[in-house]
């Protein structure tokens, strides 16, 4: 979801630089200080958090148009994710300096970067409330829909049609508030059913309008 203008994306490339990251690559650590926002222009990346028993959450994919690392820059504290190139992605890195001064002149980009923090939020509460209300298995094939919707890749095997989502099943269960035994078994019926396959590191989508209705039982 794109939250900002043409003019605002333009400011935020006069006062930065163009960057690419390879699939696998850092864009930001957690607990790192803050010197810099990141303006996705392509690609999909993900943002984890690690736990002190080994544990990683994945908090949330982002894809070109979205703003990263700017919660940290404006209140000065330390990287709250760790941010990963899940594919090859470009971006603009804007000094954090600088960010902020582009805040100060132009209340329009202010206003947008906080339309974009309230979205999150808002999303980050509708999906703990249907962690509460729907099944493991309504709950693994509405995430299914919304990445293969959102961020999702077409690929001509093994059907027509067919979306890859680069997501492994660890992070499919961090993000569904499942444990992985039960996304296993909830992907091998969509398998069964002709409604996903799964590869190394990704789940390919066959039959979107089967995952919709499996997401609203």
Same mark, same amino acid.
Request: aromatic share 4%; no cysteine.
């Given at each position: 979801m794109?939250?900002?203008?043409?003019?605002e994306v333009e400011s935020l490339r006069q006062a930065g630089h163009a960057r690419a990251w390879g699939r696998g690559e850092v864009l930001m650590r957690e607990g790192e200080q803050a010197d810099f926002v990141v303006?996705? +222009?392509? *690609?999909?990346?993900? @943002? +984890?958090?690690? &736990?002190a028993? /080994?544990? +990683?959450?994945? #908090? @949330? #994919?982002? *894809? !070109?148009? =979205?703003?990263?690392? =700017?919660l940290a820059c404006v209140? /000065?504290? !330390?990287?709250?994710? +760790?941010v990963t190139a899940m594919r090859r992605s470009e971006g603009v890195v804007v000094a954090a300096g600088a960010f902020l001064r582009l805040? =100060?002149? %132009? !209340?329009? #980009? $202010? #206003?947008s970067v906080l339309r974009s923090v309230v979205g999150r939020l808002r999303d980050s509460d509708g999906l703990r409330a249907e962690q509460g209300a729907r099944t493991t298995r309504s709950r693994v094939a509405a995430l299914l829909v919304k990445l293969a919707v959102e961020y999702g890749s077409a690929v001509p095997e093994p059907l027509p049609g067919a979306v890859s989502v680069q997501v492994n099943q660890? =992070?499919? @269960? @961090?993000?569904? *508030?499942? $444990?992985? %035994? &039960?996304v296993v078994r909830c992907l091998r019926a969509m398998q069964r059913e002709g409604l996903v396959a799964t590869g190394r590191g990704r789940t390919v989508v066959l039959d979107l309008a089967g995952l919709r209705r499996w997401a609203e039982e």
């Open positions: 794109a939250f900002f203008s043409p003019g303006l996705l +222009t392509a *690609g999909l990346v993900k @943002a +984890t958090v690690d &736990s028993n /080994g544990y +990683t959450s994945l #908090l @949330a #994919l982002r *894809g !070109p148009g =979205e703003l990263l690392g =700017e209140d /000065g504290g !330390p990287r709250g994710a +760790t805040l =100060e002149r %132009e !209340p329009g #980009l $202010s #206003l660890r =992070e499919l @269960a @961090a993000a569904a *508030g499942a $444990s992985r %035994e &039960s």
